[in-house]
């Protein structure tokens, strides 16, 4: 065992739809339902969301596959996986910066994703006290900006998102993870389906607007940026380069097709983007406001709505609901990597690693909230630190990792032993070849370089 890794029984999946659930709940989380809509928003509506899907299927899959395939290999944390796997393709062994860098950026992006996710709980609440009911532009952006300000607030519900998340975690593969996605991601569907009837029935015409607005092709709106923004964000959305995947990867039996099951998750992911434009994007119009408001979208927009329509409160509860959700589902997979790192590297148990790891990040998330308010004014490069982190890790640390995985599986691994883990006839296998050896590195290299533009 190399890196001092001890030597434990691996966990499994105990189903193949078990993993994809997990993995699907891992991939929709606040990237779908909070981000999307707002890049959609901004980025000229159907030209953002056709670039996205393109980039979905060519980019994303592709390295989704590979995360899995170099997980599966190695049955370690993603640390340990790349140095095994390197060392038995008669790599270097520094191969393992790939999951140093994966690991390091999933604990860093949860520590920020915790206090978002306290935002969505605390907003279930808020929509259910009638806070929004009968408020306008200033109020709603108040609302917000008095719970920022607000650090015993944001201290009590970023705690709570986050013991949720350690609760989850600290249960197991089959008792924690894939049990929790078997209950939330059918739930989720429930919601988002319910949402989105719900926005047809009282919006009227800004339904088949809001449809336009996501899917009739505007080929003259598709810029530069709006691409290279399609392209981050179907990184961001499939959570890839965050050391969540190979991990996942790493408790998965040979009996799973990697190909027919990253399509099945990149399809679920892609449902959940575009149900949730269609469930807000017609309350955006139906109301006279703006697509294009950016991050405030979920927090400062759609409150407008919710307290300016009929059954306002009851769809304000059930969204944050399902925002919560979703965020849960991502949350502990990026718990995950650092937890399976603890348990392999030391002699802590399951219930030790997680209880280590969410202390750790819990506080690194305070650090995050007071950024809003009392550290307002402590700047890194001119962000605050909750922005700082996420600019390292969403244009620096994940796009790097994801890089180093496309190039490790494109070029480092023996090209036939992957042509028989995947099952592709010759055609097919030549095509990925070519997508992992070229296509994806350019476009990867591509969104690092418009990273620091």
Known sequence: MSGGTKKKSHSQWSSRMGFMLAAAGSAVGLGNIWKFPYMAGQMGGSAFVLTYLICMFIIGLPILVAEWLIGRRGQKNPIHTMEDVAAAEGRSKSWRWVGIIGVLGSFLILSFYSVIGGWATDYIFLAGSGTFKGLHGDGTSLVFQQFLGSVSHLLTWHTVFMFATALIVAMGVGAGLERSCKIMMPG??????????????????????????????????????????????????????????????????????????????????????MLSGMAIFPLVFANGLQPGEGPGLIFVTLPIAFGNMAGGTIIGILFFIFLTFAALTSSISLLEPTVELLEEKTHLGRKSATLVSSVVIWALGIACLLSFNEWQDVTIFGKNIFDSLDYLTSKLMLPLTGLGTIIFAGWMMKQETIRQELNLNPVIFAGWKFLCRIVIPVAVIAILIYGFM
């Open 188 to 273: 989720l569907g429930v919601l988002l389906i319910g949402l989105v009837i719900y926005a047809a029935v009282v919006s009227g015409p800004s339904f088949g607007r809001a449809f336009t607005f996501l899917f009739t092709p505007n080929w003259s709106a598709i810029t530069g940026k709006a691409v290279l923004a399609a392209l981050g964000h179907a990184f961001f959305s499939l959570s890839l380069g965050m050391g969540i995947m190979m991990a996942y990867g790493s408790y998965l039996g040979k009996d799973v097709n990697l190909i027919s099951t990253a399509r099945t998750v990149v399809i679920l992911d892609v449902i959940v983007a």
